[in-house]
């Protein structure tokens, strides 16, 4: 759906944001609708800090918004029709009805913005059309939630237009619902609930049960620190069978220790628990084992930041990683070298990110061992055969909101 920009390390610039897109978006829908847009919207992608995994088993998670934006112009429509173009995308407008969407039968790049209508409209809200071009700076497969934030983006501007009156939190559960129903992915709540309510300097400490939300202040520059993300290059897909099948074996876990979801198991009694799973259940033990002890290094992670002391995260963070690898089993030879390397390189601490199987790591560091850093990575890589990574600064921006 959108395409990474540019290479090596640099900060994000100021052509990410949405409000500096706003004009070229605005402008492209003229050109392809032959009116001006209502309006224009962005909302982010995202990068989680720390608790991977968990949201889809009630836990805690602890993401922070990117500046890079899917940004959508849009306008209403009461005839029934919408119509949808990317800017990433070679190909059209593509013309739906809105009374033919249907979960599944769309497996294209329009299955996002369509089923955020499908939602909105199986919800009781009268959405009647729209006309929508999108452009989005978001990294798609990198583990950064470029669909979320497509999804939250449409979401948004049909809230606004329809005068819905719904919030953050309710477009979000829409948005996930969409995914999961319309487009047919596994996903958990967290990725649209970052995209549509992450605020500027903040990691959002947020409770997956009850969407329950606390904003950590996370200003990493004050502290002479820096996160870095390293994207991978290595693509992958969460609406395909290996993030199902760990959604799955979770859920068997739960059932089997007859709890309503693993985030109901107490880090102190995880022994216990799992010396209760039967035999033959090493692959359940190794999930269970993963969710609760990463639902305690959220915690942990709180905890320590409200503290004041961050750089006490980074073996947080690299413990996390490690249960990643070896317990949930999701990470690669790309995100191994990029954690084991930049450790090696003088980092506080460095993981995967996203949900696995390629995407992106981050890495925190001092600001004076960044390019030492950056650079150890960028050779490995090399010596290693790999595609060059994509490394770049993260900072802690705004979530969804109206820019023109």
């Given at each position: 759906?959108?395409?990474?920009?540019?290479?090596?390390?640099?900060?994000?610039?100021?052509?990410?944001?949405?409000?500096?897109?706003?004009?070229?978006?605005?402008?492209r829908?003229?050109?392809?609708?032959?009116?001006?847009?209502?309006?224009v919207?962005?909302?982010?992608?995202?990068?989680?800090?720390?608790?991977?995994?968990t949201?889809y088993n009630?836990?805690?998670?602890?993401?922070?918004?990117?500046?890079?934006?899917a940004?959508?112009?849009?306008?209403?429509?009461?005839?029934?029709?919408?119509?949808?173009h990317?800017?990433?995308?070679?190909?059209?407008?593509?013309?739906?009805?809105?009374?033919?969407?249907?979960?599944?039968a769309?497996?294209?790049?329009?299955?996002?913005?369509?089923?955020?209508?499908?939602?909105?409209?199986?919800?009781?809200?009268?959405?009647?059309?729209?006309?929508?071009?999108?452009?989005?700076?978001?990294?798609?497969?990198?583990?950064?939630?470029?669909?979320?934030?497509?999804e939250?983006?449409?979401?948004?501007?049909?809230?606004?237009l329809?005068?819905?009156?719904?919030?953050?939190?309710?477009?979000a559960?829409?948005c996930?619902?969409?995914?999961n129903?319309?487009?047919?992915?596994?996903?958990?709540?967290?990725?649209q609930?970052a995209s549509?309510?992450?605020?500027?300097?903040?990691?959002?400490?947020?409770?997956t049960?009850?969407?329950?939300?606390?904003?950590?202040?996370f200003?990493?520059?004050?502290?002479?620190?820096?996160?870095?993300?390293v994207?991978?290059?290595?693509?992958h897909?969460?609406?395909?069978?290996?993030?199902?099948?760990?959604?799955?074996?979770?859920?068997k876990g739960?059932?089997?220790?007859?709890?309503?979801?693993?985030?109901d198991?107490?880090y102190?009694?995880?022994?216990?628990?799992?010396?209760?799973l039967?035999?033959g259940?090493?692959e359940?033990?190794?999930?269970?084992?993963h969710?609760?002890?990463e639902d305690?290094?959220v915690?942990?992670?709180?905890?320590?930041?409200?503290?004041?002391?961050?750089r006490?995260?980074?073996?947080?963070?690299v413990?996390?990683?490690?249960s990643?690898?070896?317990?949930?089993?999701?990470?690669?030879?790309?995100?191994?070298?990029?954690v084991?390397?930049?450790?090696?390189?003088?980092a506080?601490?460095?993981?995967?990110?996203?949900?696995g199987?390629?995407?992106?790591?981050?890495?925190?560091?001092?600001?004076?061992?960044?390019?030492?850093i950056?650079?150890?990575?960028?050779?490995?890589?090399?010596?290693?055969?790999?595609?060059t990574?994509?490394?770049?600064e993260?900072?802690p921006?705004?979530?969804?909101?109206?820019?023109a």
């Amino acid at each position: 759906m959108t395409k990474g920009q540019g290479q090596g390390m640099n900060a994000m610039s100021e052509s990410t944001t949405g409000e500096a897109a706003a004009g070229a978006v605005g402008e492209r829908f003229r050109e392809l609708y032959g009116a001006e847009p209502q309006g224009v919207w962005a909302a982010p992608g995202r990068v989680n800090l720390i608790g991977e995994h968990t949201d889809y088993n009630d836990g805690f998670v602890m993401p922070f918004a990117l500046p890079h934006t899917a940004v959508a112009a849009v306008s209403r429509r009461d005839d029934g029709i919408l119509r949808l173009h990317s800017a990433e995308v070679a190909a059209p407008v593509v013309e739906l009805t809105v009374d033919s969407l249907t979960p599944g039968a769309d497996k294209n790049w329009t299955a996002y913005p369509a089923g955020v209508v499908w939602a909105l409209r199986e919800a009781g809200h009268a959405v009647t059309g729209a006309d929508i071009h999108l452009a989005s700076t978001v990294p798609a497969g990198a583990g950064l939630s470029s669909s979320a934030a497509l999804e939250v983006v449409v979401a948004l501007a049909l809230n606004d237009l329809y005068a819905l009156d719904l919030r953050g939190w309710q477009l979000a559960r829409l948005c996930q619902r969409a995914e999961n129903v319309y487009v047919g992915a596994p996903v958990g709540i967290m990725d649209q609930t970052a995209s549509a309510c992450c605020g500027s300097g903040h990691a959002l400490f947020l409770d997956t049960r009850d969407l329950s939300q606390r904003q950590i202040p996370f200003d990493l520059a004050a502290e002479g620190m820096r996160l870095l993300v390293v994207d991978t290059r290595v693509k992958h897909s969460h609406s395909e069978g290996e993030y199902g099948k760990r959604r799955a074996g979770c859920e068997k876990g739960a059932a089997l220790l007859g709890v309503d979801a693993l985030r109901d198991l107490p880090y102190a009694g995880l022994d216990a628990a799992l010396e209760r799973l039967g035999d033959g259940e090493d692959e359940v033990r190794r999930l269970v084992r993963h969710v609760v002890t990463e639902d305690e290094r959220v915690e942990r992670v709180v905890a320590l930041l409200e503290a004041g002391d961050t750089r006490a995260i980074g073996p947080v963070l690299v413990a996390g990683h490690a249960s990643l690898r070896d317990d949930f089993r999701v990470s690669c030879p790309e995100l191994d070298l990029v954690v084991d390397t930049a450790v090696a390189s003088g980092a506080l601490g460095a993981r995967m990110t996203g949900g696995g199987f390629g995407g992106s790591a981050i890495v925190l560091a001092e600001e004076t061992d960044v390019p030492a850093i950056t650079k150890a990575v960028e050779d490995a890589f090399t010596t290693a055969g790999f595609k060059t990574p994509r490394v770049f600064e993260a900072v802690p921006s705004a979530g969804a909101r109206r820019v023109a």
